[in-house]
């Protein structure tokens, strides 16, 4: 018998991607469902010291309190502030993340949207470095 013919023109794999397109939560609930007791420790020291950085910085008070922080803060803002408690923290960028998210009562993923490219490549090699982005590829480097 015959072996078929491989038509490497019509079939190929031209129509699958490498990278992942699965959807990406920045939703905090997903992302510290697993954590053990001392990690939920780290996390409530970090944010008692993001907090006291707040409580330090007028700029900032102002800004987390305003009425309606999806449409007042702008990127610019965003990003300041992000890079302001990121430092005061010495790192943590998904604690700084969760923070923001919840005292700007900002939907996860428009914050996201908001932040710069560097600020989002610390935010994915962060959530590598804790075993959130197993599996996912060319999320951003």
């Not at 491989?6 to 939703?27: C, G, L, Q, R």
């Amino acid at each position: 018998m015959k072996k078929p013919v491989k038509d490497k023109i019509f079939n190929n794999t031209f129509d699958t991607t490498e990278v992942s397109s699965t959807p990406i939560s920045f939703n905090k609930d997903s992302l510290m469902s697993d954590e053990t007791v001392d990690q939920q420790v780290d996390r409530a020291m970090v944010e008692e010291r993001i907090e006291q950085a707040v409580g330090r910085c007028d700029w900032a008070v102002e800004m987390l309190g305003r009425e309606n922080a999806a449409k007042t803060v702008t990127k610019a803002e965003a990003n300041s502030l992000f890079k302001f408690l990121f430092d005061e923290v010495g790192g943590h960028s998904v604690e700084v993340f969760a923070y923001m998210e919840r005292e700007m009562d900002l939907d996860p993923s428009r914050l996201y949207d908001n932040l710069s490219n560097s600020i989002k490549t610390e935010l994915h090699e962060e959530l590598r470095r804790r075993g959130y982005l197993k599996g996912q590829r060319n999320v951003m480097p």
